[in-house]
């Protein structure tokens, strides 16, 4: 109970994905990990969230139950998935925001941001969050999420997350749909895959763009976050007397419009080809997506922007 009244959402959610895992490093039920112990990190994980308007705490605990939601459906195309990799899925998933500054990359690239010159503007934001949680882990007693694994699977494990939130960067996404597509195109049974990274990549990426695939109250109150946050960046690109990027002028916002261009150009197109191994999953979230954007298309003939 003292851990429920000191901790958010984040925290709460992730501890309480299906079986919790119990307080000792072997559970019966074969997870390997100290429950105390991923208490303690993700507490200090969700602290680090800044409350930007969309890239938050909420956003990270409602990416974190999408992954574990669509890892269900995956899980029902597999013969094993071991109980670590499910482990670094839901960690990867919790982190991949940690620390968001509520601007994007290229805001941070343009404004010389310390940590684009860190991170020699490669995928700075992802480089800063996952790079920040293996840091909270190594550096923090009682933090150590990862010291039940031997070497090998520590290496496995580092090398998941690692991926899986760089899968978050939009900037790779028509890429990773590509080598997606061409893997099932060679082989349609994700069971026979050796190299589950591209899939778990995946289910990250769509549980974190997949918001518009919800009932339309929910799918519009993220849009609104999303937006809003997109114009508190426009501003500060025009107090710095830099370009207004694209989507980010609230003088000419027209949100109806920007979710289906979003919709149609990312979103569509990565459930349609998920549709192709997790039709459980991504069944249900189309229907919904259809009437996301007749909810859109209505808005925008009644001249609603934003
Ligand atoms: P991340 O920054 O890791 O959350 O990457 C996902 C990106 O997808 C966000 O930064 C947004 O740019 C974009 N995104 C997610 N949901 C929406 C949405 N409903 N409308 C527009 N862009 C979105
Ligand atoms: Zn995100």
């Keep these: 109970m003292a851990f429920m009244i000191k901790s958010g959402p984040l925290a709460w959610l992730c501890t309480h994905v299906r079986q919790p895992p119990m307080n000792f490093h072997v559970s019966q039920d074969g997870w390997r990990v100290n429950r105390k112990t991923v208490e303690n990190y993700l507490y200090l994980v969700e602290r680090e969230y800044v409350p930007n308007s969309y890239h938050n705490n909420i956003h990270a605990a409602d990416v974190t139950q999408s992954a574990a939601i669509i890892m269900n459906s995956v899980k029902l195309h597999l013969d094993e998935i071991p109980k670590m990799e499910i482990f670094c899925i839901i960690m990867a998933a919790a982190v991949h925001d940690l620390g968001h500054l509520g601007v994007n990359n290229d805001f941070l690239i343009n404004s010389k941001h310390p940590r684009a010159t860190t991170y020699n503007d490669k ?23 990862f010291e039940s694994f031997t070497f090998e699977e520590q290496k496995k494990c580092r090398k998941l997350m690692i991926d899986t939130v760089f899968a978050t960067d939009m900037a790779i996404h028509f890429d ?32 974190d763009i997949g918001n518009p695939a919800r009932p339309f109250p929910l799918a519009r109150g993220w849009a609104e976050r999303v937006i809003q946050e997109f114009c508190e960046q426009g501003d500060k690109e025009a107090s710095l007397g830099l370009a207004v990027s694209p989507f980010c002028n609230r003088e000419n916002m ?20 998920f549709h192709r191994v997790v039709p459980e999953f991504t069944g249900p979230a189309l229907e919904y997506l259809d009437k996301t954007i007749a909810e859109w298309v209505k808005l925008e003939q009644s001249g609603f922007k934003m």
Excluded at 181 to 197: L, M
Excluded at 267 to 273: A, E, G, R
Aim: contains cysteine; hydrophobic residues 40%; negative net charge.
């Design 123 to 145: 995928s700075v934001n992802e480089n800063y969050h996952i790079s920040r949680a293996f840091e909270i882990a190594r550096t923090t007693p009682s933090c150590d999420i």
């Design 254 to 273: 027209n949100m109806p419009k920007a979710q289906q261009g979003f919709i149609n150009v990312f979103l569509k197109p990565t459930l349609t080809t």
């Design 176 to 207: 990773l749909l590509k080598a997606f597509n061409e893997k099932i195109d060679a082989e349609p049974d994700v069971n026979k895959w050796e190299d589950r990274n591209l899939l778990y990549q995946m289910v990250v990426h769509l549980a």
